[in-house]
C-alpha cells in the first residue's frame, strides 16, 4: 500500500465530494463549450490529482494499481473529459518516463508532472501507424551530439497544452519493425516542433487532440528515455500495458453512472398506467447492465490486486480494457433504450455519455487489438 487506509479513504472522499460538487455541475457546459474550465484545472492541481500514480521520492502519491483502480472509479462517475485533463500525466504521458527513464530525466521532469506544472503528452500514432504501432515512421538521425526528429504524430491527447512530449521515432533508418524505435523527451518549446488544429470529435469533448509535428526538431542526446536506442517501442507497450487497466476502471464507473440515471429515469417515467420499471422487457435491460457492470468491477479489482502482487498481468489487463469498454458501450446503449426519445435528446445526460464512451474500444488499443494480445498469449503459454 502506497497509502494508509485512512489517508486513502481521505482522498476518495475528496475526489467523490469534486465530483459530486464540481464536476457533474459542469458536464453539459464542458460539452457544449469544448472546454474545461482553467479554475477547476487549478482545483486538480491542489487536489494533487496530476501526481497520483508518480512515485512518492519525486512528489507524487505513488498509488498501488489497486489504490489507482479505486481513484478511477470516482473520477470515472463523471464526464471523461475531466479525466482526461490529469489521464496524461496519470498514465501515458509520464509512465514512459518512470519505467524507462534515467534518474536525473525522473528527477528533471517527474516533480514537475506530479504537481501538474507541466502536462504530459504521448506522441505514438501516425497517419499512416495506428493500430501497427511498430511501423512508425517518424524519425530521429544522429547528428552530432544530439538527434534530429521528423514526422508527424496524429491524434494526440493534450497536446496543446503539452509543456513535454514523450516522443517514438525511428533511431534505425534500416529497420521497419519494433526494434529500431527509441523514445524521446521533447519539452513543447524546442523548435521545429508544432501543432496542427484541434481535432472536431464525436465526444469526451472538453479534452483535445491534434497532431504534433517535427520539421528538422534538434533534440540533445540525454532527451533519449533510459540513454538507450532501440526500447522505445517496448516503452510504449508498457505505458500503455499499464493504462489498460485505468481505462477499464473508468468505463466501470461510467456503466454505474448510466445505471442510476436508467434506474431513475425507468422508475419514474410512466406508460401504460406504470412506472416503465415495471415492465420486465426495461427490468431485463436493467438487469443486463448491472450484472456486467458488476462482472467488469470485479475483474478489475481482481487484475489490479495481482499486478499489485507481482504477477505478469498482461493478459488480464487486455481482457479487462477489451471487456469493460465493450460492456460500458451495451450499457450506454440500453440507457439511451430506457430513456426512450429522451435519451436522443442533448438535455439528457445518457446521450452524451453514449458518445463519450465510444472513444474507449478505440484508443490505447482498440477491442481487435485487445483480442489479438489475449489469444496470443493464451498460445504462447499452451505452447
Ligand atoms: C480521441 C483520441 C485520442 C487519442 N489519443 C492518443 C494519444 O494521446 N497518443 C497516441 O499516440 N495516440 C492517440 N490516439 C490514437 C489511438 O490510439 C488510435 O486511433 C488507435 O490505436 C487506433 O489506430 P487507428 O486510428 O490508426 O486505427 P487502425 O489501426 O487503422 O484500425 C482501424 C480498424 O482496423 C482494426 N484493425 C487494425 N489492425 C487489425 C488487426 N491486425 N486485426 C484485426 N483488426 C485490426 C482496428 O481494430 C480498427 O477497428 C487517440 C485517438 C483518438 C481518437
Redesign the pocket.
Known amino acids: 500500500m502506497a497509502l494508509d487506509a485512512d489517508t486513502l479513504d481521505q482522498l476518495l472522499l475528496t475526489i467523490r465530494r469534486f465530483v459530486d460538487e464540481r464536476l457533474i455541475p459542469l458536464e453539459a457546459q464542458v460539452d457544449r463549450d469544448d472546454r474545461v474550465p482553467p479554475g477547476i484545472i487549478e482545483q486538480m492541481r491542489e487536489l494533487g490529482l496530476f501526481g497520483l500514480t508518480i512515485p512518492q521520492q519525486y512528489g507524487g502519491l505513488g498509488l498501488t494499481m489497486s489504490e489507482e483502480v479505486k481513484v478511477a472509479f470516482e473520477m470515472g462517475r463523471t464526464s471523461p473529459a475531466f479525466r482526461s485533463v490529469i489521464g ?1 500525466n496519470v498514465g ?2 509520464a509512465h514512459g518516463l518512470v519505467m524507462d527513464g534515467t534518474e536525473e530525466q525522473k528527477q528533471h521532469y517527474l516533480p514537475k508532472l506530479a504537481s501538474g506544472e507541466i502536462i504530459g ?5 501516425e497517419p499512416g ?5 511498430a511501423s512508425i515512421r517518424t524519425s530521429a538521425r544522429r547528428d552530432g551530439n544530439g538527434y534530429v526528429l521528423n514526422g508527424t ?7 496543446h497544452v503539452a509543456g513535454l512530449f514523450t516522443v517514438f521515432a525511428r533511431t534505425d533508418p534500416a529497420s521497419t519493425g519494433a526494434g529500431g524505435v527509441s523514445a524521446f523527451l521533447v519539452p513543447r518549446d524546442t523548435p521545429g516542433l508544432s501543432l496542427g488544429t484541434p ?1 472536431r ?1 464525436m465526444g ?1 469533448k472538453g ?1 483535445q ?1 491534434c497532431d504534433v509535428i517535427f520539421e528538422d526538431c534538434r533534440v540533445p542526446a540525454d532527451a533519449l528515455v533510459g540513454i538507450r536506442e532501440g526500447i522505445g517501442f517496448k516503452t510504449a507497450m508498457k505505458t500503455l500495458d499499464r493504462g489498460r487497466i485505468h481505462i477499464a476502471a473508468v468505463s466501470v464507473a461510467v456503466a454505474e453512472r448510466l445505471i442510476d440515471m436508467a434506474l431513475a429515469y425507468a422508475m419514474q417515467r410512466e406508460q401504460f398506467g406504470k412506472p416503465i420499471a415495471e415492465f420486465q422487457l426495461v427490468q431485463a435491460m436493467l438487469a443486463d447492465s448491472k450484472t456486467e457492470a458488476y462482472a467488469a468491477r470485479c475483474m478489475v479489482e481482481e487484475t489490479a490486486r495481482r499486478r499489485d502482487a507481482g504477477q505478469g498481468v498482461s493478459t488480464e489487463a487486455s481482457c479487462c480494457k477489451y471487456y469493460c469498454t465493450e460492456m460500458v458501450g451495451r450499457v450506454a446503449d440500453r440507457a439511451v433504450q430506457i430513456h426512450g426519445g429522451a435519451g436522443y435528446i442533448a438535455d439528457y445526460h445518457v446521450e452524451r455519455f453514449y458518445r463519450d464512451v465510444r ?1 474507449f474500444r ?8 485487445q ?2 494480445i489475449i489469444a496470443r498469449n493464451m498460445i504462447r503459454a499452451a505452447c
Do not use: C, W
Request: aromatic share 8%; charged share 15%.
Open positions: 496524461t501515458i504521458g503528452s504521448f506522441a505514438l500514432t501507424a495506428g493500430s501497427d504501432a504524430k496524429r491524434f494526440i491527447t493534450n497536446a481535432e470529435k469526451q479534452a487532440v472513444l478505440i484508443y490505447e488499443g482498440t477491442s481487435q487489438i483480442q489479438l
